[in-house]
């Protein structure tokens, strides 16, 4: 006799597989009309949780992998935490591995099924798989970028870098210098589509991006700090500058401001994240969520241990520019 799944005890009641799964088992979080609705829906279907299911969903180990290119940012906490919020709140452990160089980075891109005798699903940080092919026993869920293969959660990053290049040009700045990520890492998607945003912005004014005005920050304040002492330093510095972090922007104020400029009456800098000290030092950033993005993709890899079968899931976040103290027409 063919067995009922969740997916379809969730298309009954209508609700989400995740919430038949709590609801089946007891858990919290789920409203008595819901539950109701749902074991109601269960027991017309003669649903039976599948033993290898329900070991999924407890987790075969209640351990699920989060692997990141860095431990230090801002951006990478802050993802931490929304995917550590919702695992919590399903008695599931979230376990950090940090990818601190090419190799390693390189290693579990290209094989992330090599994680899963550690744990029961793979969370990866602005990392995307390239030859692993999906396996229903071990999820995987990419935060911060697009995949084609996995369930994916992320944001328009060209958006967000044509947003903060339509700021600085509507503002007369034809001279951007950009502080981008690590030079080793400068094609990955991250820096490559905001770049590119920033690039059309500047075409829009007939302007393009000096290869002299990129420098490299790798993602935190003291990098900012080097980097904004880099482009300073060069014959015809810019008027602007673009930070493809906050972290990365605020060491730039720092510099910017031992150099004796006035910022932003010498020199305007956007950031890009909306870091919490972004407010307080009244820095002009685009603003993101990476913790709603970290939240939605441990939704979605919940799921898939929760039973959800089906094509790989794309959900989006929003960015959008908050102008502050630190940019002026030039």
Do not use: C
Request: proline share 5%; hydrophobic share 45%.
């Amino acid at each position: 006799m063919r067995r009922v799944t969740i997916d379809e005890v969730a298309e009954r009641a209508g609700v989400s597989v995740a919430t038949v799964s709590r609801a089946v088992r007891g858990l919290p979080n789920v409203s008595p009309a819901t539950r109701k609705r749902v074991l109601q829906a269960a027991g017309e279907l003669k649903y039976r949780p599948d033993p290898n299911a329900s070991r999924l969903a407890a987790g075969k180990s209640g351990v699920v992998i989060m692997a990141v290119p860095t431990i230090s940012s801002w951006y990478t906490a802050q993802a931490m935490a929304g995917v550590e919020a919702v695992l919590q709140g399903a008695g599931i452990e979230l376990s950090v591995t940090l990818l601190s160089d090419s190799s390693s980075r390189d290693r579990v891109v290209s094989e992330p099924g090599l994680l899963a005798s550690r744990a029961d699903a793979l969370v990866l940080l602005d990392l995307v798989p390239t030859t692993f092919e999906p396996d229903s026993r071990f999820p995987v869920v990419v935060v911060g970028d697009h995949s084609d293969a996995f369930d994916s959660v992320s944001i328009d990053n060209v958006h967000g870098g044509r947003i903060a290049g339509e700021h600085l040009v509507g503002l007369g700045h034809s001279r951007v210098g950009l502080i981008a990520g690590a030079e080793e890492d400068k094609f990955t998607a991250v820096t490559m589509l905001r770049t590119r945003g920033l690039e059309e912005a500047l075409a829009g004014v007939g302007v393009s991006l000096e290869e002299n005005a990129v420098v490299f920050g790798h993602y935190s304040g003291l990098g900012g700090y080097e980097a904004m002492n880099e482009l300073l330093a060069r014959p015809n510095p810019p008027t602007a500058v673009f930070a493809l972090s906050d972290d990365m922007a605020l060491g730039a104020i720092r510099a910017a401001t031992e150099a004796g400029m006035s910022i932003p009456h010498d020199v305007s800098i956007v950031g890009f994240d909306d870091h919490e000290l972004s407010f307080v030092l009244g820095l002009t950033t685009v603003a993101q969520d990476p913790a709603g993005l970290g939240a939605a993709g441990a939704q979605m890899l919940l799921d898939r241990l929760e039973g959800h079968s089906g094509a790989p899931r794309e959900a989006h976040g929003e960015v959008r520019l908050i102008e502050r103290s630190s940019t002026a027409r030039i």
